[in-house]
């Protein structure tokens, strides 16, 4: 008896000091968040502007390269696999962003399960992501105002460029956003202009038409990449979430606002676009609304004018969001230390983050000028999968961990969806393999020097009192008071 008093005395002293350690680990993210505090001005409009703005160009370029691969049936199970994985993982990410409410996103999330060699991947592969967009939407507006035969149109892209770089760093988030939010408006009202002006040309005959080599896994494979335009930048709004003010109740619905809205987008693109034309006459074409609104309506001078003009703000709405995106994950990095730490420096007053708008900024201008437009879709969608797979398996060891955070999410977050998802995203993999746009000797390479850097450099400066690290540290005390327990 009186060894089990002895073992119950030290019991009871591991749990009061491990309680000690949380409370002195809740302190020191909390004296970190105020050093580095940012502004908390966003709400569900504005999430959903991060997510829906952020994909704006992808109807106006690009998907139909899908059509040459797979032919419109392809493109439409194509279709049907992104929206049903996009979905778990806005599931999943909503849950997540409300436990882990940090600008880190993906990497926040990441690092909770899998530590920090797999958060450090998680944020690098999304930095790739949003930057290899914003080289390809860059690359493409160029193309498309000299398609229009804009004088100047590399000056002009150029400078809309720029004028975001700077505009990002002198105003206030909430400024930002509002003028995201009338970009992605109006760019909204191009698309309306679109499905009117094609309503009555629709035939099912074009929609049921079936390419010769299509219905092969490797041919709707290979069409992944290009109709993910339509979704790939969702995963901003998981990176607002240190800007909500109210996290718990907004970013659920930002998200899911942010994802209806692409699925609805897409479905209706799709449907207007391959059933007004025949689907051949979009395969190669880079611009495919503004081609069939041609073939369509080639004697409604005023329509195509002002489709014309107004398109590229779609292309500008995309830019800004994709921009936020690379910033916002480069300085939750950086914050962390696996990046320079010049790089989350903040302006004293308006809270933004220069040198992680700047930085990346020159990067994707060179990428679009260095890289093919269908090598920077292919590569930013590759990196979406792993983040998204990382993603999966660090909720799935998240929520075994601590089940009592999702008791009543069970029946939502059941194995057979999670695993689902898991074997599409690994199974979509191999159309990487099928795929010979990339070289490998080149991914090998990045591979190695990127995990050289993280081993020389990163894993020596992480920042303990970082909101995702000590996240992570006050995780593994819960876990080691329930072991004891």
């Not at 998907?63 to 032919?71: M, R």
């Not at 660090?394 to 009592?404: G, Q």
Request: proline share 3%; hydrophobic share 50%.
């Amino acid at each position: 008896m009186i060894h089990d008093k002895e073992s119950s005395l030290v019991f009871s002293n591991d749990m009061i000091a491990d309680a000690q350690d949380i409370l002195i680990t809740n302190r020191i993210a909390e004296d970190f968040l105020q050093n580095q505090f940012l502004n908390k001005t966003l709400k569900i409009k504005s999430l959903w502007v991060l997510g829906a703005g952020t994909i704006m160009a992808g109807p106006f370029i690009g998907w139909n390269w899908g059509v040459s691969e797979a032919g419109p049936l392809g493109i439409l199970i194509a279709l049907i696999i992104l929206t049903f994985y996009y979905l778990v993982f806005s599931l999943i990410t909503s849950k997540l962003s409300v436990l882990y409410p940090f600008i880190g996103g993906t990497y926040g999330y990441v690092r909770q399960g899998l530590g920090s060699f797999g958060a450090y991947w998680a944020g690098v592969l999304t930095c790739f992501q949003f930057i290899g967009c914003t080289a390809a939407v860059l690359a493409t507006f160029r193309n498309y105002l000299a398609l229009i035969n804009l004088e100047y149109s590399t000056l002009f892209s150029l400078g809309v460029f720029i004028l975001l770089l700077v505009s990002l760093q002198l105003f206030s988030t909430r400024i930002m956003t509002f003028v995201h939010y009338c970009l992605t408006c109006c760019a909204l009202g191009v698309l309306v202009i679109f499905l009117l002006g094609t309503f009555e040309t629709v035939q099912s005959s074009n929609l049921l038409a079936v390419a010769p080599s299509s219905f092969s896994l490797q041919e709707i494979l290979k069409a992944l990449p290009f109709v993910s335009l339509f979704f790939l930048g969702l995963e901003n709004t998981t990176m607002a979430a240190e800007e909500v003010r109210f996290p718990e109740r907004c970013m659920p619905y930002g998200l899911y606002a942010g994802f209806i809205t692409a699925v609805v987008i897409s479905f209706c693109i799709c449907f207007f676009t391959l059933g007004s034309v025949d689907w051949q006459l979009l395969t190669g074409r880079q611009f495919p609304l503004l081609f069939t609104l041609v073939q369509v309506q080639s004697q409604d001078k005023v329509l195509l004018s002002t489709f014309t003009v107004m398109s590229s703000v779609g292309f500008i709405a995309a830019l800004q969001g994709f921009i936020s995106g690379y910033s916002r994950q480069v300085y939750a990095l950086s914050r962390g230390g696996y990046f320079p730490s010049f790089l989350s420096k903040l302006h004293p007053t308006r809270k933004t983050y220069h040198f992680a708008i700047l930085v990346p900024g020159v990067i994707s201008l060179g990428l679009s000028y260095l890289m093919s437009i269908k090598l920077l879709i292919v590569a930013a969608f590759y990196s979406a999968v792993f983040v998204h797979l990382l993603v999966l398996i660090s909720f799935i060891k998240i929520r075994n961990s601590e089940p009592e955070f999702f008791n009543l999410d069970r029946s939502v977050f059941n194995f057979f969806l999670l695993y689902m998802t898991i074997i599409l995203l690994t199974g979509s993999l191999f159309g990487l393999v099928q795929n010979h746009l990339i070289d490998w000797k080149i991914i090998v390479l990045s591979l190695t020097i990127t995990s050289l850097y993280y081993f020389i450099w990163g894993v020596r400066n992480i920042h303990q009192d970082a909101p995702e690290e000590a996240a992570a540290a006050l995780k593994m005390r819960r876990n080691r008071i329930r072991f004891l327990n």
